[in-house]
């Protein structure tokens, strides 16, 4: 069974920093892209970052560029997101995703995601 | 960067309608687009990919389709499980975008 487990979300003060963790299971984390995808409270569905399967490529959201960095530890099945000059707009759940691949190539199509992990930037 | 509009923002509906949810791209992604669903306080789910294909899993009762750079996300049957929030979603280019939401309510 594919799963997809955030952790790392909390409490921050603005300015601070946050990194955010994403445990795979069930699938062959090193074939697949994975993505970042952000919700704030009563708001709709905000595409943050995604990393391709070997790292080698990374796309970010304008408003987190040059503060946020995705990253990946294919030997340990895992998606970070470090998040840093955190700010009160940042507050938000923070679902990881897998995305979906075919005929050798991936697409940002978010084929399964977590429950999410909820950070909030407040003093 | 490409915008999608999704309308209607809400909608009201029986078990047993036929609904239908439409977003329209800013500007051409062919068949690069998505459709998930959200319950409250929980995450989305994956329904549709590339406009049309069922994601496994997903009931018959859901259909998606295009026409030029309008889609279309059809529900014929609703069930109660059925009302929640949709959302489509382009990946066509980046930065990857969502539409507002439709939050489909029982009438």
């Known amino acids: 069974e594919v799963q997809v487990v955030e952790s790392g979300g909390g409490l921050v003060q603005p300015g601070g920093s946050l990194r955010l963790s994403c445990a795979a299971s069930?699938?062959?984390?090193?074939?697949?892209?994975m993505s970042w995808v952000r919700q704030a409270p009563g708001k709709g569905l905000e595409w943050v970052a995604n990393i391709k399967e070997d790292g080698s490529e990374k796309y970010y959201v304008d408003s987190v560029k040059g503060r946020f960095t995705i990253s990946r530890d294919n030997a340990k099945n895992s998606l970070y997101l470090q998040m840093d000059s955190l700010r009160a707009e940042d507050t938000a759940v923070y679902y990881c995703?897998?995305?979906?691949?075919?005929?050798?190539?991936?697409?940002?199509?978010?084929?399964?995601w977590g429950q999410g992990t909820l950070v909030t930037v407040s003093s | 960067d490409i915008q999608m509009t999704q309308s209607p923002s809400s909608l009201s509906a029986s078990v047993g309608d036929r609904v239908t949810i439409t977003c329209r791209a800013s500007?051409?992604?062919?068949?690069?687009l998505a459709w998930y669903q959200q319950k409250p306080e929980k995450a989305p789910k994956s329904l549709i990919y590339a406009t049309s294909v069922l994601q496994s899993g997903v009931p018959s009762r859901f259909s998606g389709s295009r026409s030029g750079t309008d889609f279309t996300l059809t529900i014929s049957g609703l069930q109660p499980e059925d009302f929640a929030t949709y959302y489509c979603?382009?990946?066509?280019?980046?930065?990857?975008?969502f539409g507002q939401g439709t939050r489909l309510e029982i009438k």
């Open positions: 995703a897998r995305l979906y691949y075919t005929s050798g190539s991936c697409y940002a199509f978010s084929e399964y």
């Open positions: 069930g699938f062959t984390f090193s074939n697949y892209c």
């Open positions: 500007q051409g992604i062919s068949n690069w």
């Open positions: 979603q382009q990946y066509k280019s980046y930065p990857i975008s």
